[in-house]
């Protein structure tokens, strides 16, 4: 790919900061909102989350997030930025790439072939946390205490959505969706590992497609093992997102 498709681009990053924003205040952190970017300062399990926001982020901006992850102290630092606008190797963060995708409503997807359950109460809940945190994984949530990564609180908020897969009487995986003016979002779409290549993945696929998310454009960024799964069901790359990350 060439080119960034900024239009996209600005479908896929506000939902990604909706996404922490219901964490952050679920959890209880402080959000830092500025033009350019937003932070979520966390605890020594979530650390720090930056987003870039823009894809020309005023020199302000990127003076005060670089001070901020220069300075933090409390859990890893992770800066996420999908616009290629920031450089944060002299500060000793190390960079990797991840692909953003897009998938526009289009024909219908077949049901799933497994069970596929919204998560309605905290016993689902902690189901769907342990899930992820363990087989997605999230090391800095290991290892699993409940509630630390997905609060109670979590249910209460409208934009967010956590399924579950039902395969031979077990749960085998999870996913949490993000709705947010008129675009949806995918984020940690996990299979345990004793049921991968089971079908769990594209069920959970299918049913939020299929539902919640049917008439939406739906964003992702995608771990490299998901991709195939994500390209054939019509997702399309928009760039390549650079996470710059502590050791």
Known sequence: MTTIDLADLRLAVPNA???????????????????????????EHSGLRIVLRSSSPGKDDV???????????????????????????????????????????????????????????????RAAERIVVDGFPLPGF?????????????????????????????????????VDGGVGGLYWVTTLPEFRSRGIGRALMHAVLGGRLKELPVTLTAARAGKPLYDSLGFTEITQSTWWASA
């Open 63 to 125: 003076d005060e997030l670089t001070e901020l992850a220069k300075g933090w102290s409390r859990g890893p630092v992770l800066v996420e930025d999908a616009f290629g606008s920031v450089d944060m190797s002299a500060i000793g963060l190390t960079p990797r790439k991840l692909p953003v995708m897009i998938r526009r409503p289009g024909d219908a997807l077949p049901p799933p072939a497994l069970e596929v359950v919204r998560v309605e109460g905290e016993e689902q809940l």
């Open 17 to 43: 900061t909706t996404l922490w924003t219901a964490l952050a205040e679920t959890r209880g952190h402080e959000v830092v909102r500025r033009q350019g970017f937003q932070a979520v300062a966390g605890d």
């Open 142 to 178: 290991q290892p699993y205490r409940p509630g630390q990564a997905f609060p109670a609180a979590l249910l209460g908020r409208q934009e967010v959505e956590l399924y579950l897969v039902v395969k031979d009487g077990e749960l085998g995986g999870a996913c949490v969706t993000v």
